[in-house]
């Protein structure tokens, strides 16, 4: 019942972990309150593990301190972690620049990691919470339904509120509040927004309609992806990336014609058209369903030949700044990840251990560290989990 290292949570970070303190040749647990472990990298990317990001960089991560990622970032490459892909013969591609994921299923990801595990002598007990945690000389005590395991390093690596189904929940945060560590605020990251009252209703019926690029901007920051209209709001890639900074009451715009001069467009559709009404010549810019309704709602339609040059021109920089007012996000539920968490002022950048409770460490989404959709959290998985994995 002694170990050298006990890991809290079979997730990407947690088995990482595992897997690099086995190879150091630690007696290794982990422990999960779950039925399967990795179920977050079973789900992930539509069920082929968007496992990691070539492009990384500590400016793909969000947190108060946006210095705290580049140490482990730098020890532990995607290219580090291709390399273990490529030595389980796990075929793999390239989606968008950089994207990676498995050409068949993210469970051969999983088994990848558990099969290390096991290689390294590491033992995983699933169906087994921890009731209870002690601090003593000898480290720390883990009581479960098992008994009582002690090891003198305990990483957590439970991951943070996103997608309660999985299993996930606030313990890691509890935890870190037991032994004196702060708390930043968490809220949902990477999730579709949410449109109510008049503003929903200007939109409805559009469900289902996709634009395969805009620019979203809030909070200073903006991103060039596909969106989608939801029964209940907006959703797709430009819509998650740009959620991580918006808040109630933060102004969002989107760029409905990215890269284009949208008044060239409109000035060379009155030339070429000059009968048709303007609703018509915007559906060969725009998803007809929603060039209609912005031509219902906001914008007049009116035979092209009428638009003087002021007026398209007025057009085109509304269609290019265009405000969305969202009241909020679907949470949780659908989360990719949670923001804030435990504050990295009180941990140390190099081996993730807590500067409070020497032997206590601390890896992945528990961490106020959060990624940039597209595989950048995973690689924040395995870069904390292998710093963390070496000092314990």
């Known amino acids: 019942m002694e170990f050298d290292a006990i890991v809290i949570g079979a ?21 999960d309150h779950a039925n399967k472990a990795g179920k977050k990298i079973l789900m992930s990317g539509g069920g082929r ?5 070539t492009n990384t960089t500590p400016a793909n991560f969000l947190g108060r301190n946006p210095h705290f990622c580049k140490s482990a970032l730098a020890r532990y490459t995607p290219w580090h972690f291709i390399e273990m892909v490529e030595k389980h013969r796990i075929k793999y591609h390239e989606k968008s620049p950089g994207q990676l994921f498995c050409d068949e299923s993210s469970k051969l990801i ?12 590491v033992r995983v ?7 209870r945690i002690r601090a003593g000389e000898g480290g720390f005590g883990c009581d479960t339904p098992l008994g009582r395991f002690s090891a003198p390093s305990l990483v957590i690596a439970t991951g943070g509120l996103s997608i309660p189904s999985l299993g996930a929940s606030g313990f890691g945060y509890d935890v870190a509040k037991q032994f004196g560590h702060a708390v930043l605020p968490v809220r949902a990251g990477l999730v579709p927004l949410t449109l109510s009252g008049k503003h929903q209703e200007r939109y409805d019926g559009l469900a289902g309609v996709a634009l395969p690029e805009v620019e979203a901007r809030a909070g200073g ?32 715009r989107l760029d409905l014609l990215p890269g284009m001069d949208a008044c060239e467009a409109l000035r060379q559709g009155r030339e070429e058209r000059p009968a048709a009404e303007f609703r018509t010549v915007l559906s060969g810019l725009l998803p007809r369903r929603l060039a209609e309704r912005l031509c219902e709602v906001w914008l007049p339609s009116k035979p092209m030949r009428q638009y003087r040059d002021a007026e398209l021109k007025d057009i085109a920089a509304q ?3 265009w405000p969305i007012v969202a009241s909020g996000t679907e949470g949780y539920r659908t989360a990719e ?42 690689q924040w998985a395995w870069a904390s989990g292998n710093a963390a994995g070496q000092a314990v």
Not at 110 to 121: F, H, I, V, Y
Not at 125 to 131: F, G, I, K, M
Not at 365 to 376: K, M, N, P, Q
């Open 337 to 378: 990840v949670t923001l804030g968490g435990v504050d990295t002022d009180e941990v140390s950048s190099s081996t993730l251990m807590s500067k409070r409770q020497p032997g206590l460490f601390f890896v992945g989404e528990v961490l106020d560290v959060t990624g940039h959709l597209g595989g950048y959290n995973f």
């Open 319 to 321: 269609l290019q700044d």
């Open 221 to 252: 920051s903006h991103f060039r992806d596909a969106l989608l209209f939801t029964h209940r709001g907006i959703s797709g890639p430009a819509i998650l990336q740009i959620s991580s900074y918006w808040e109630p009451g933060v102004d969002l």
């Open 49 to 53: 593990c968007n496992f990691t990001n």
């Open 11 to 31: 997730g990407a970070a947690g088995l990482m972990t595992a897997i690099v303190a086995g190879q150091r040749g630690r007696r290794v647990l982990v422990l």
């Open 110 to 121: 999983l088994r990848m990691l558990l099969d290390e595990c096991a290689a390294s002598g």
């Open 125 to 131: 007990e699933l169906n087994t919470p921890v009731t």
